[in-house]
């Protein structure tokens, strides 16, 4: 066991124990920490989506979940022509679309577009 009797510097210690990186430990535990990828997920269950409003940050990856009960399929579509079209996706199956700019996105479901609409918030 050391014992230091005298006050030393952080620059003494890092000469002393080079071995031990400190100030670059916390700095690389934050940005792996950051570069996570985000993900959320949109169900859809009795001709609705849930949540109807989803406020994601820019890189998120959303998932639509076809929970519904039968035959009933979806496709998602943005309201903005070509920004994001799904195919046709029955219950049990999802789809998904990763959002790289930040705005506004309303989307509707293709074959139910009077009755099934939400928005996606990119911050």
Not at 38 to 45: D, F, L, P, R, Y
Request: hydrophobic share 35%; glycine share 4%.
């Amino acid at each position: 066991m050391y014992t230091i009797s005298k006050p030393v510097t952080m620059a003494l210690l890092l000469t002393l124990f080079p071995m031990f990186p400190i100030a670059s430990a916390s700095a690389s535990t934050s940005a792996s920490a950051s570069a996570a990828p985000t993900e959320a997920t949109v169900t859809i269950e009795k001709m609705t989506f849930h949540p109807n409003s989803l406020t994601i940050p820019t890189g998120t990856t959303v998932t639509w979940k076809n929970n519904e009960n039968g035959a009933t399929y979806h496709a998602i579509a943005s309201d903005q022509p070509e920004l994001f079209q799904s195919p046709d996706f029955f219950p049990g199956e999802t789809w998904k679309f990763t959002f790289t700019q930040p705005g506004t996105y309303p989307y509707h479901c293709t074959p139910h577009a009077n009755r099934m609409k939400g928005t996606i918030i990119v911050k």
